[in-house]
C-alpha cells in the first residue's frame, strides 16, 4: 500500500540560491515559494525502488506537487497523477527525457531536474508540458539544445541550464520559448576551446505578439563561470528588456568595451565579480545604460 504523504512546508535551498536577487529580479513562480516537501513514508522508508510502487496507487493520489528527489531512479516515473503541477526529481541518474514521459502530465507548470544524467531531449511531434513555466535542467549532460523545430513551450518563463556541458549556442535556439524571462547559462563551456560561444541571433525571437510586435521578454540573464571572452553586440542586440546581466567568474573576459549596450537601454544590474582578467572597463558603456543601479566589480 502506497501509505500516507507527509507534507512539510519548506524552503528549498536551490529556490533560494537561484532566485534573482531584488525586485529587479524575476520572482519564482508561486507555486514554486510554497512547494511541499512530499515524502512517502512506507515504502520509501524501506528503501524500496520507486519502481514497486504499482501504477494503480500512484495514479490514485491527488497529490499536485510531488518531490522525488535522490531516490536513484533511472527512468522517469510512470502513471504519475495527471494533476500534478509541480514535479522534482532532483539528484537521480536520468538519462534522457521523453516526450511520451510528459504527455500525460497536461498541468505540469515546474519541473525540477537539476542534477541528473541527461542528455538528451526527445522531443519530437506531439506537443507536451504546454503549461510549464519553470523548467530546471541544471547539472546535467546536455552538449546543446534541441533545435526549436521540435519543441515550443509558449508559457516558458524560466529555464536554467546551469552547468550543462554546452559549448556553443546556436541562433534561434531561444525562439521556442517566447515568453522567457530568466535564462541560466552559468557554469556551461560556453567560448571554451576558442568557439564562438554565443552565435549572432542566438536569442532571436520570431513570434510576434498581437500589436505585430516582437516579443522581447528576457530580463535576466547569467553567464557567469563561462569562458566568452566578451559580450558581442550580436547576440546582445536581441534582448532589449535586459535588466540582470551575470558575468561573474568569467575567467577569459579582458574587457567591456564599445557599443555592448547600445541595446539593453533598460539595465539595471550589471554584476562582474570576480572575473579576475578583467582589466578594462570603458565607461562610456555606460551611457547607453540610464537606469543602471547596481555595478559589481569587486575582484
Ligand atoms: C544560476 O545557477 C547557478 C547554479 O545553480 C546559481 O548559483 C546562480 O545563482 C544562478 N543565477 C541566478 C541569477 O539565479
Ligand atoms: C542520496 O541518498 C543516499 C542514500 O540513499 C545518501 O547517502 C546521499 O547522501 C543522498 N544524497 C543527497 C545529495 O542527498
Ligand atoms: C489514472 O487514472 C485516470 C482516472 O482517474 C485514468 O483515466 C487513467 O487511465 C489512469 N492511468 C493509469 C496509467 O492507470
Ligand atoms: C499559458 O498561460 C496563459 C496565461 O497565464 C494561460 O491562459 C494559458 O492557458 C497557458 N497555456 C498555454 C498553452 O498557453
Same mark, same amino acid.
Request: with cysteine; glycine share 4%; aromatic share 8%.
Given at each position: ?182 535564462? $541560466? ?7 571554451? $576551446? ?46 532589449? $528588456? ?58
Amino acid at each position: 500500500m502506497l501509505s500516507f504523504l507527509l507534507l512539510s512546508v519548506m524552503g528549498l535551498h536551490w529556490a533560494a540560491s537561484d532566485s534573482p536577487p531584488g525586485r529587479e529580479g524575476i520572482a519564482l513562480p508561486k507555486v514554486i515559494e510554497t512547494l511541499f516537501q512530499v515524502t512517502h513514508l512506507g515504502p520509501w522508508e524501506e528503501n524500496l525502488k520507486f519502481s514497486s510502487v504499482s501504477c494503480e496507487e500512484l495514479n490514485k493520489t491527488t497529490e499536485t506537487t510531488l518531490f522525488l528527489v535522490n531516490r536513484s531512479l533511472k527512468s522517469f516515473p510512470h502513471c504519475l497523477p495527471r494533476a500534478l503541477q509541480s514535479l522534482d526529481l532532483s539528484s537521480n541518474w536520468l538519462k534522457e527525457l521523453r516526450d511520451q514521459d510528459l504527455r500525460d502530465l497536461p498541468n505540469l507548470r515546474v519541473l525540477i531536474l537539476r542534477n541528473n544524467l541527461i542528455q538528451e531531449l526527445h522531443w519530437g511531434g506531439t506537443p507536451v508540458l504546454e503549461n510549464l513555466e519553470t523548467l530546471d535542467l541544471s547539472y546535467n549532460k546536455l552538449s546543446s539544445m534541441p533545435t526549436c523545430q521540435t519543441m515550443m513551450l509558449q508559457n516558458l518563463t524560466w529555464l536554467s541550464l546551469a552547468g550543462n556541458p554546452i559549448l556553443e549556442i546556436q541562433p534561434w535556439t531561444f525562439s521556442c520559448f517566447p515568453s522567457l524571462h530568466f535564462l $541560466n547559462l552559468s557554469a556551461t563551456l560556453l567560448g571554451k $576551446n576558442d568557439r564562438e560561444g554565443i552565435k549572432e541571433s542566438a536569442f532571436a525571437q520570431r513570434i510576434l505578439s498581437q500589436s505585430g510586435e516582437k516579443m522581447y521578454t528576457m530580463e535576466v540573464l547569467d553567464l557567469s563561470r563561462t569562458f566568452l571572452p566578451e559580450i558581442q553586440l550580436g547576440w546582445i542586440k536581441d534582448l532589449p $528588456n535586459l535588466r540582470s546581466l551575470y558575468l561573474k567568474k568569467m575567467a577569459r573576459l579582458k574587457s567591456l568595451d564599445g557599443q555592448i549596450f547600445k541595446a539593453t537601454s533598460n539595465l539595471r544590474v550589471l554584476d562582474c565579480q570576480d572575473s579576475q582578467a578583467l582589466s578594462s572597463v570603458n565607461t562610456q558603456i555606460f551611457e547607453d545604460t540610464p537606469h543602471l543601479q547596481s555595478l559589481l566589480l569587486q575582484k
